[in-house]
């Protein structure tokens, strides 16, 4: 197969339910053969029972509480790595944050503590987790994230996030320019619109979904799965020659001066 990733050690934050986008990445790479890690926010044992339960069929080596707010259980969860996979091939950064005042109204009414709490949980993370991690990458290793179009156009509602997804972005081109003489590769997909936890709490997220569906060249926005397919290439030997790009799977939507249903 094309996308081999048997040996490979892949750790998948951001699985919250069956919904999430990093459970559409997880069974693809798993799919690929790669042996799981999942890091899980701790809210509450309920939370977490739910996480274990959905993750079992993918039998994940390791199972780690995080909390990229707090810095020692991102070390914690190196030292995880360390002691337990010796090394690591695949870092897929799946997660993000805003408060749901912010994503919503006007832009300039955003507060500083909405912004920093967004940057930090949404962009910093990337950065503080891709440094924790960097002793223990693997030759030929590979990270991703997750980023939305509101990063460099005006999507409504999305206000702070597309300032968050701007500098998460900017991030892993910094990050693989300083990677890439380790041969370690850092891109980000840019998904098209889809129905999950953190999406529900955007302002008139469904209409955005509609607009997509009637404007998009594929007339349709995508799956968990669909992303978790490029995700896969990406961090395969596959992708070998793609780092700090922004790869849209968004049915096309992305290159759409005049959007179809406008047409
Ligand atoms: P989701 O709610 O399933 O996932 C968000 C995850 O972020 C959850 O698992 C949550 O636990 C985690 N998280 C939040 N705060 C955290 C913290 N402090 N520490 C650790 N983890 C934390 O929603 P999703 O839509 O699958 O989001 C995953 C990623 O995809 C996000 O980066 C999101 O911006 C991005 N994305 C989503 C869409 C969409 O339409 N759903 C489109 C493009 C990009």
Redesign the pocket.
């Known amino acids: 197969p094309l996308i081999d990733l048997r040996g490979k050690k892949a750790l998948v934050?951001?699985?919250?339910?069956n919904?999430?986008?990093?459970?559409g990445i997880a069974q693809q790479l798993h799919a690929a053969g790669a042996e799981i890690g999942v890091?899980?926010?701790p809210?509450n044992d309920k939370?977490e029972a739910k996480v274990r339960t959905l993750t079992t069929p993918l039998e994940p080596s390791l199972f780690v509480p995080?909390?990229?707010?707090?810095p020692e259980?991102i070390t914690g969860l190196a030292d995880s790595i360390r002691d337990q996979w010796g090394g690591i091939d695949i870092f897929v950064?799946?997660?993000?944050?805003a408060d749901r005042s912010d994503l919503e109204g006007n832009f300039s009414a955003t507060k500083k503590a909405g912004f920093e709490k967004a940057l930090d949980?949404?962009a910093y993370?990337l950065i503080e987790m891709t440094g924790a991690l960097r002793p223990l990458f693997n030759e030929g290793a590979s990270v991703v994230?997750?980023?939305?179009?509101g990063s460099s156009r005006v999507v409504p509602n999305y206000n702070v996030?597309g300032v968050a997804?701007a500098a998460?972005e900017a991030s892993v081109r910094y990050l693989a320019s300083e990677l890439g003489p380790d041969g370690v590769r850092v891109n980000a997909?840019?998904?098209?619109?889809?129905?999950?936890?953190?999406?529900s709490a955007?302002g008139g997220?469904q209409t955005m979904?509609k607009h997509v569906e009637s404007s998009a060249p594929l007339r349709r926005?995508v799956t968990?799965i669909e992303v978790g397919n490029a995700a896969s290439f990406l961090l395969s030997s596959a992708g070998s020659g793609i780092t700090g790009q922004v790869l849209y799977v968004d049915g096309g939507y992305e290159i759409m001066g005049t959007p179809a249903d406008m047409q």
């Open positions: 934050t951001g699985i919250a339910n919904r999430s986008i990093a459970w890091a899980f926010l809210m939370v995080c909390d990229v707010t707090k259980e950064h799946c997660l993000a944050f949980i949404s993370s994230t997750m980023s939305y179009i996030m997804k998460l997909v840019s998904a098209g619109p889809i129905r999950t936890l953190a999406s955007i997220i979904i926005t968990q």
